[in-house]
Antibody, heavy 120, light 111 residues
């Protein structure tokens, strides 16, 4: 069964750092594009970052320079290192497997999400 | 970056057909994908590509596209279809070719 399980969320003070993990099963993380998507309380979905199978990484402007996406192939796990956290980073963070072809782009499956709360 | 626009809320009578739309320039180049999200749960992919349903998604869900508008149609809406629906597409605005955009979401109420 293809599955993603996120961990690492919690309460953190503004300016602090947190690392989220996303453990995959049923497929190989390093052979796929993998993304982080977040959802602030009561708000919509916001794409955060992607890592390509080749290792290239891309970020939304809102997190560029503060967040770093990476993976550990031996653990089949995706990570999101979040530094200089701000109140507006408060959200449920989902990891997802990316799919694409010439016609479009989609995410499936999604993890259950992990809540990050940035507050003093 | 480009944007995708959705109506904030739509309602449908039980058993009737409803169309949820998504508008954006990137949809002239790429098909939209659609996700269903129920309260407290992660999004679930319901439509991708031209009109493809993942395994386990009922065939009452279908997708279509015309110009800069993509549509998700639920034919014979059921009570369990009440949820938020989001579209997404690949950004085609140039500097963010590798970014992905989401619509703001549509809250579907089944009456």
């Amino acid at each position: 069964e293809v599955q993603l399980v996120e961990t690492g969320g919690g309460l953190i003070q503004p300016g602090g750092s947190l690392r989220l993990s996303c453990a995959a099963s049923g497929f190989t993380v390093s052979s796929n594009y993998m993304s982080w998507v977040r959802q602030a309380p009561g708000k919509g979905l916001e794409w955060v970052s992607v890592i390509y199978s080749g290792g290239s990484t891309y970020y939304a402007d809102s997190v560029k320079g503060r967040f770093t996406i990476s993976r550990d192939n031996s653990k089949n796990t995706l990570y999101l290192q979040m530094n200089s956290l701000r109140a507006e980073d408060t959200a449920v963070y989902y990891c997802a497997r990316d799919h694409y072809d010439s016609s479009g782009y989609w995410f499936d499956p999604w993890g259950q999400g992990t809540l990050v709360t940035v507050s003093s | 970056s480009s944007e995708l626009t959705q109506d904030p809320a739509v309602s449908v009578a039980l058993g009737q057909t409803v169309r949820i739309t998504c508008q954006g320039d990137s949809l002239r180049s790429y098909y939209a994908s659609w996700y269903q999200q129920k309260p407290g749960q992660a999004p679930v992919l319901v439509i991708y590509g031209k009109n493809n349903r993942p395994s386990g998604i009922p065939d009452r869900f279908s997708g279509s596209s015309s110009g800069n508008t993509a549509s998700l149609t639920i034919t014979g809406a059921q009570a369990e279809d009440e949820a938020d629906y989001y579209c997404n597409s690949r950004d085609s605005s140039g500097n963010h070719l590798d970014a992905v955009v989401f619509g703001g979401g549509t809250k579907l109420t089944v009456l």
